[in-house]
């Protein structure tokens, strides 16, 4: 079974306890405060709150591009906490995609060439079976006839309509996305957030997004706010 063929309600990530503390010395800051979360698949999740309250610390976390301090954080079923940079690294090419507010695409490159970079890293499909996927899914995002355009030719919202396509290259289990339509305009921000959601409840993947925009939280499944480090 494919991860997209996964069922969606089934659990996908999970932490508890989980706290972080960065600076040192009199300037260390306790940023997240025992925080508890889970996600399932199929659903989006929407983290809001001030700036500086450890919503994007917690993205990091989740995503294991950081470490707690203590607590613990599982994906699809395995622990990850305390796994080796090896073993963290492998999982989140295989099960976490990423869409942040800016798009770093590798602009020299065309959107085909970006799309196909997730999945030549994790090595699964034969390089036709990557090209073919890399279009399918730049068709999905509205951009099948811009899959040889170089990044610096796209627009603002088209380059981050390729991130999203590349976020899902290699079917990952949740899509952890950091204000993802922050530096878009009201149409791009709406069509950005409609694909992204769209195409992970088709696939049966966790969606947990950090947001400023109430409208774009408004719409989510669930909204979970968040001050001074923990979930209020």
């Known amino acids: 079974m494919t991860e997209a063929l996964q069922p969606h309600g089934k659990l996908a990530l999970r932490c508890r306890a989980l706290h972080r503390h960065l600076g040192q010395g009199e300037g260390r800051v306790h940023v997240l405060k025992g925080v508890s979360f889970e996600a399932r698949r199929g659903q989006?999740?929407?983290?809001?709150?001030p700036s500086g309250c450890g919503k994007s610390t917690l993205l990091y976390l989740l995503g294991l591009l950081d470490r707690p301090d203590g607590?613990?954080?599982?994906?699809n079923g395995s622990l990850m906490s305390n796994h080796d940079d090896l073993a963290?690294?492998?999982?989140?090419?295989?099960?976490?995609?990423?869409?942040?507010?800016?798009?770093?695409?590798?602009?020299?490159?065309t959107a085909l060439e970006n799309v196909m970079m997730p999945m030549?890293?994790?090595?699964?499909?034969?390089?036709?079976a990557m090209r073919d996927r890399a279009h399918a899914l730049l068709d999905?995002?509205?951009?099948?006839?811009k899959t040889h355009r170089l990044g610096t030719q796209l627009s603002g919202g088209e380059q981050q309509r390729v991130a999203v396509a590349r976020a899902l290259?290699?079917?990952?289990?949740?899509?952890?996305?950091d204000e993802p339509t922050g530096?878009?305009?009201?149409?791009?921000?709406?069509?950005?957030?409609?694909?992204?959601?769209?195409l992970a409840k088709e696939n049966g993947q966790a969606v947990?997004?950090?947001?400023?925009?109430?409208?774009i939280a408004q719409r989510c499944d669930v909204t979970r706010p968040m001050r001074d480090g923990i979930f209020v």
């Not at 989006?44 to 709150?49: E, L, R």
């Not at 030549?120 to 036709?128: D, E, H, Q, V, Y």
């Not at 997004?209 to 109430?214: E, K, S």
């Open 183 to 198: 530096n878009l305009d009201v149409r791009n921000s709406n069509l950005v957030f409609d694909l992204l959601t769209r």
């Open 88 to 109: 963290r690294t492998a999982a989140r090419g295989e099960h976490i995609g990423f869409v942040f507010q800016f798009h770093f695409l590798m602009l020299e490159f």
């Open 140 to 145: 999905s995002v509205g951009l099948g006839a």
């Open 120 to 128: 030549r890293k994790l090595g699964r499909l034969t390089p036709a």
């Open 71 to 75: 607590g613990e954080i599982e994906i």
């Open 208 to 215: 947990v997004l950090v947001t400023h925009n109430p409208e």
């Open 44 to 49: 989006v999740y929407a983290i809001v709150g």
């Open 169 to 177: 290259a290699n079917q990952p289990t949740i899509l952890l996305a």
